[in-house]
């Protein structure tokens, strides 16, 4: 027999979970599964919020708390970091003890930790908390999918999907509108601060409205080291993507990193074959189109996200504009997702996620392009068309690679789904930041000391041009007090001419992840699986 580490977590009198159509019928509020809806749609509004909100404010959480271009990667990367690591653990916990349950708690920590962020006078502890945000993230991420598996029955549930990913598409997108608003008039805690009320919301809806809801097959065990090899594996992976800007692609470090990420992804799926109650049954990409649906999730977070990073820095330390002004610049961006992902949810319900989740990375691919061509006076109508378009292209790969991914999993399965799910744009935007990072960060330091020799300006020393540079990488002109007017000038069309030349390049390497991601999309179809959820509750 095949030994297995794992905890049963039944005692001898408990009954398996019932499945969807045994449980407790829907009643008045409790179980409806548009109110089902709009309560998960409340906390994931949260958490997508909170990845692409901070973007605005780091200019300000950097200045505030005097920190280094590296810190506030940080600020990003550890909470990404967090998610990834954890997502598809939390998603079983779901699966095992019920998404209700998992939702509640997932709530209730990341409000919490949010409020911890908004009372931080650190970056240290910012960036611990942040990484708090990301564990409790992890736990209602897939709850919330998991919830709306098992409430919709299968016509409805691509219409709910798409509204969730509407949810989610709106919040990423217009987290730098909001952020704008709150660090120009208020401050930069106060972007944290925020999701103190829009926790309790969740939570008390939740208390009310949300059943659970437990398939007849879920898991009764735990795979404990199945759950250490996995987050072992994604742990390097995100830490090598991390530190390579710092320890540099070449170093030991680095690799020493992803070997041991590849040999503990390996001890993983060796074990998984072995265990009795597996944290990830292998079976799952055995579907091609499930298996489709988590690489498009992570080509596309690859291209959105690591393009996003340094549009807020272009548009607040190039363009000069308040952070109020750059979140109004990306309303195309935000408009184009509210408008096109429940239109994405009907098209794919008509015909077929194949067509729509192509034609979606395409636009992506032209867009990112498109802003690769953007110059430091580049003005706002073409910014628009630019970032419309992206948004445009964006909506439908968030609803369709949810439901592909979703929909071809087994129900007891669910939760594992939707952690692959969200852990797959976890990866991809820390691969996004990080590698359009490096990208950045080597063309700065490639142009910079050409630039500003050309320029005829004083030569710098090592140590200085080090200091040049990273103030570059984020658009600042590295101009010292009590610099003459006419060398500050020459210093500033320095500075930004290079940062775009770097964000250029970055834009087309995210444009040629986009053009891959369109090959990929055309291995997707339609979940298979849909059909096993629930028609419990009334529509």
């Known amino acids: 027999m095949t030994s297995q580490t794992t905890i049963d977590t039944t005692g001898p009198g408990d009954k398996a979970p019932a499945a969807p159509s045994e449980a407790t019928p829907a009643t008045g509020l409790r179980g409806h ?33 005097k920190a280094s271009f590296a810190d506030v990667q940080w600020i990003t990367n550890g909470y990404f970091l967090a998610l990834a690591v954890s997502l598809i653990t939390a998603g079983k916990l779901g699966d095992r003890f019920g998404h209700r349950q998992t939702f509640l708690i997932g709530v209730t920590g990341f409000a919490a930790a949010s409020g911890a962020i908004g009372l931080s006078n650190s970056i240290a502890a910012v960036v611990t908390f942040r990484v708090f945000q990301g564990l409790f993230g992890a736990l209602l991420m897939p709850a919330a999918l998991g919830l709306l598996r098992a409430t919709f029955p299968a016509e409805k549930l691509n219409m709910a999907i798409g509204i969730w990913g509407m949810v989610i598409g709106a919040s990423t997108a217009g987290g730098p509108i909001l952020g704008g608003v709150l660090v120009e008039h ?33 898991p009764r065990s735990f795979d404990i080291l199945g759950i250490a090899l996995l987050s072992g594996a994604m742990f390097c992976l995100v830490w090598a993507l991390i530190k390579a800007p710092t320890w540099g692609w070449g170093s030991g470090e680095t690799w020493a990193f992803i070997a041991a990420s590849v040999l503990l992804f390996g001890l993983f799926a060796f074990w998984e074959t072995r265990v009795a109650e597996p944290l990830i049954p292998l079976g799952l990409f055995r579907s091609v189109p499930l298996s489709a649906g988590v690489v ?43 408008v096109g992902s429940p239109l994405a949810g009907a098209a794919i319900t008509k015909l077929g996620p ?38 445009f ?73 080090d200091k040049a540079s990273e103030a570059v990488q984020v658009g600042v002109a590295p101009v010292a007090k009590g610099t003459p007017e006419p060398i500050v000038a020459k210093i500033t069309a320095v500075a930004h001419d290079t940062f775009i030349s770097g964000m250029s390049l970055a834009s087309l390497v995210a444009a040629g992840v986009a053009a891959v991601a369109v090959l990929v999309a055309l291995l997707t179809k339609r979940g298979q699986n849909a059909e096993a959820g629930a028609g419990v509750g009334h529509i």
Do not use: C
């Not at 749609?41 to 973007?55: E, F, H, Q, S, Y």
């Not at 690591?306 to 000069?320: A, D, E, P, R």
């Open 33 to 65: 599964p548009w109110l089902t809806l709009i309560t998960v749609a409340v906390g994931v509004m949260m958490v997508a919020l909170d990845g692409t909100i901070v973007a605005i404010a780091n200019p300000a959480i950097q200045k505030d708390l």
């Open 186 to 218: 208020v401050n930069w805690q106060s972007v944290f601060f925020i999701n103190v009320p829009v926790g309790l919301l969740a939570l008390v809806l939740g208390v009310l409205i949300l059943l659970d809801h437990r398939a007849e097959n879920a």
């Open 296 to 338: 498009l999730m992570v080509l596309m977070a690859i291209a959105f996200m690591g393009g996003l990073f340094f549009v807020t820095f272009y548009l607040q330390n190039v363009h000069g504009m308040s952070p109020i002004d750059a979140g109004l610049h990306l309303l195309p961006l935000t408009g184009m997702m509210i």
């Open 354 to 391: 194949r067509i729509p989740l192509a034609g979606g990375m395409v636009a992506t691919a032209i867009a990112m392009y498109g802003m690769s061509t953007l110059e430091a006076d580049t003005g706002s109508g073409v910014m628009s068309i630019w970032f419309a378009l992206l948004g």
């Open 393 to 465: 292209g964006l909506a439908p790969v968030m609803v369709g690679a949810t439901e592909v991914i979703v929909g071809n999993a087994p129900m007891e399965l669910s939760g594992v789904a939707g952690g692959l799910q969200q852990a797959a744009m976890q990866i991809g935007g820390s691969l996004g930041t990080a590698v359009l990072g490096a990208v950045m960060a080597s063309k700065v330091d490639s142009d910079l000391p050409g630039n500003w020799t050309g320029a005829g300006l004083p030569k710098l020393t090592p140590d200085q041009l």
